[in-house]
Every structure is written in C-alpha cells, then in structure tokens.
C-alpha cells in the first residue's frame, strides 16, 4: 500500500484502531509506538514524537553517559513506511508499520539503522548491483516453571513428533507471517530443546531485513498468545545457540541474472570471480564486523571452535563450521541459487546494521578486486593446531572470544567507521562497551560458588 488513503481505507475495513510503529534503534531493542486509528493519519504525515535520547539507551535499558544524545537532546519523529503497513493477525484491531527516526526537521537520524541499510543499498544500485538476501534465524522457545526456565518440547533434530506438538504455535507462526507479506519457505525442529530454525524467502535486502524485523515480533507475539515465550537470545542454554545466517548475492539492476554464478568455476563452487572479491571483503572485515552482527556477551558463548557456529575466519563450500559458507546447488545450472552465507551473525543482532555492513564489506571486496584464496576443506577441528596453522586457520585466524575482544577490532577499523558515518558508529560503541563494562564488573553465582571454599 503506498497512499495514506488506501492505508485509511483498509485499517477501517478491518476494523483497525491501534496501529504501531516499530522501530529498531541503535541499542538494538526493537521498540513500538501506537496511534488510535482517529489521529494516524496526522500521525502518517508527520510522525510520532520520541525522546532522541533513546539512542543513548542500551540492551539494558540503561542510558549511557557521555552519549551522543542525552536528557537535553530534542525528538526524533518516528516515520512509517507506508509500504509496511500490515494488520497484525494475532492481534484483531491492530496493525503496524516498520518506520524510521527522522530529526524535528524531517531529516533521517544518522543514527537511524534502516536509513542506513538504504543508503548502502543506494550504493550498491550505483554500481550496477540489486542486493538480495535473506535472513535464517533460530530461536527458542520456554516457559518458566518455579522461577525456572523449561523448554516445553525436547524432541531431537527433525522429528515429526515435535511438529505434531508445536503446531498449533507453527501454523499461528506461518499464517500470521504469509498475511503480513513474508514468505516462508521451511520451518524444521531444530537440535536443541524447543529450538526451531524458521527459513524466509529472499528477496531485496531491505525487505530481507524488515522480514526479520516481523519475524521476531511475530514469534514471541504468538508464543505469549499461547502461554509460552519466544527468544532470539544466541546461547540461551550450554547446548543451544540460535543463529542468523545472512544469505546475499549480487544480481544485475533489473533482478534478472544471478551475478554470483558462473558455471565454470575453477574451485568448483559454481561461485563467480565478482563473488569471489565480495567472500575477500567479508573475510578481510569479518572480525570489526563482530560487535554488529553478534552484539552480546552472550553472543561470544556460541561462537565456539567444533560447535557448527564458526569460530576462525575462513571460507568454504558445505562447511558448517566456516564463518563464510557457499552452499552447494541442486544443480549445476541452478543460477538462482548461488549465495554467500555469513554465518556469524546471531538473531540478537539489528538485521538492519548486520545486513548493511555486512553488505559493505562485500561491496569493499569487489571495489578492490580482494582475492580470498582456495577454500578450507579439511575437518580443521580434527587437527593439530601446528596444522591449522599451516592451512591458515590457525589462532590468528580465530573470531573474538568476547564482546570486548569485538569492540577493540571494531574500534580499529576505518572502514566501518566511514562507513557507519561517525554518529553512528560511535553511538554504537559506546552502547555496546556499556553493557561489556556491567558484563565484566557483574559477580556471578557461578564464581562464587565454585571458588568461595577455596580462598
């Protein structure tokens, strides 16, 4: 829908009289704002008032001093996208639309996260390119038991039985998001306890990453309707770790031909030399792009050497424990098919920052021709350390092993930095470095326990 009357129509037609605006801002969290039905269309027009120091406010809903914003900054407007606009099927008399922060004079915010997917997207359209993607997210689902959390379904990978006993959540989950324009492809009972792993189709990276935007809304919206909770949290238990992997490929600017695939591939991946360079620039970025695509301390417990999360940067073709994977085709001619997936980003991570820097970096490669080498093949896990080495995936090669370790490469890198634009990027930062200064200073249970009696 693109016109406010055809938005006005609609919403009275189905009885609409509480819309949101959702938004994602720098701390990550994704937010909301409702307006009655009898002042949207003002509120269309000229947006929602919002204090712009909630960009100084992070995962813990704690604001950060020295911020870019503070208490005496004035408003952002939240502004809606008319083309979001959607009814919310398990909600009767609601809908909502994906906005952006825009500044009192009606400027996007430098902070704003969407804005900036759209402006590397713009880039990318400059040089020929349309950028499709798509987002593959796990999650988990619980409910709290005597101050417990308890997974509710614990059948292993794949089981038919654990789609008989969540399918009342899984056809809630599929028809509420096919009616809010995202298409599922499949849904399967992941390995962990009451984990599941939901795969949307591609489409433009923007629309990718709003799909993700609804897909977290719409699992823990229908998972509360249904006495349970829902989270994207990257290592919720010691055996699960929820992922996102980003899937990505350069088509032509009319979206007719796949620019990623070349049938006579000499390293035999059916990967093109243009796809080639973007792996290079996502391998030389990888590890500053850590704290944007894998934002939590938690999110350092999934990133594990043997866990199938990647832990050392390489690349590879079906190598589940490759930070950079090039899945095989069902055929040699199936164009479509052919993408680079990054698979160190997590479900925790703004989909619109992981997908916009994570497309940069990839762009950074093909601007300057970056060759990534031959792919890993071997079982590196099953070798010597003094063999990693000699492959290349050695312990220089290793992801940060905490968020400190991913701010510190982050910190250093130019390239994003110029990229973020320096609001952005500093904000960021100083968000994220926040929560590791509470993380580190925090006296866990675990540590007394262990280490009370022996001291």
């Not at 977290?216 to 249904?226: F, I």
């Not at 390489?314 to 095989?328: L, N, Q, T, V």
């Not at 069902?330 to 994570?358: C, H, M, Q, W």
């Amino acid at each position: 829908m693109s016109s406010v009357e055809q938005i006005l129509k609609t919403a009275r037609e189905q009885n609409v009289n509480s819309i949101q605006f959702h938004w994602i801002g720098v701390d990550g969290v994704i937010r909301s704002k409702a307006s009655h039905f009898a002042f949207l269309e003002s509120h269309m027009k000229s947006g929602i008032g919002v204090a712009a120091a909630m960009d100084a406010i992070n995962f813990l809903d704690h604001l950060v001093r020295g911020s870019v914003y503070g208490a005496e900054s004035s408003e952002f407007r939240i502004v809606p996208d008319y083309a979001t606009f959607a009814p919310i099927p398990y909600l009767p008399g609601s809908a909502r639309f994906i906005s952006e922060l825009y500044g009192v004079d009606m400027r996007p915010s430098p902070t704003d996260a969407r804005t900036f997917l759209k402006r590397i997207l713009k880039k990318a359209e400059s040089s020929g390119f349309a950028v499709m993607a798509a987002c593959e997210a796990e999650y988990s689902i619980f409910k709290r038991e005597n101050g417990k959390i308890v997974p509710p379904f614990v059948e292993k990978y794949g089981a038919p039985n654990a789609l008989v006993l969540a399918n009342d959540l899984m056809v809630e989950w599929i028809d509420s998001l096919t009616k809010m324009n995202v298409k599922v492809e499949r849904f399967t009972k992941e390995y962990g306890p009451s984990q599941f792993e939901l795969q949307m189709r591609f489409d433009h990276a923007l629309k990718a990453a709003d799909d993700m935007l609804t897909l977290r809304t719409v699992v823990k919206g229908v998972a509360s309707k249904h006495g349970l909770e829902a989270t994207f949290l990257p290592k919720p238990t010691a055996y699960i770790g929820n992922g996102m992997h980003l899937h990505l490929s350069l088509w032509d600017s009319e979206k007719k031909r796949n620019l990623f695939y070349a049938p006579n591939d000499k390293r035999g991946l059916h990967m093109s030399e243009l796809g080639y360079h973007f792996i290079g620039g996502l391998l030389k970025h990888a590890k500053a792009l850590c704290p944007l695509v894998a934002p939590l301390v938690n999110s350092y417990k999934r990133l594990l050497d043997a866990s199938w999360a990647p832990s050392r940067v390489f690349y590879a073709g079906d190598h589940r424990d490759a930070a950079i994977r090039i899945p095989s085709l069902s055929s040699p001619t199936d164009e479509k098919s052919i993408r680079v997936e990054f698979r160190v980003p997590d479900s925790a991570a703004n989909p619109y920052l992981a997908l916009g820097a994570t497309i940069a970096a990839g762009l950074d490669g093909v601007e300057n021709k970056i060759d990534p080498g031959d792919p890993i093949r071997d079982r590196i896990y099953e070798m010597s350390e003094e063999e990693r080495e000699k492959l290349g995936v050695g312990l220089a090669s290793m992801l940060p092993r905490t968020l400190g370790e991913a701010l510190s490469e982050m910190r250093q890198s130019r390239f994003l930095k110029e990229v973020l634009g320096e609001s952005m990027f500093e904000q960021y930062l100083m968000n994220r470095e926040a929560e590791w200064k509470e993380f580190r200073e925090h006296v866990t249970e675990w540590e007394v326990y262990n280490f009370i009696d022996s001291v």
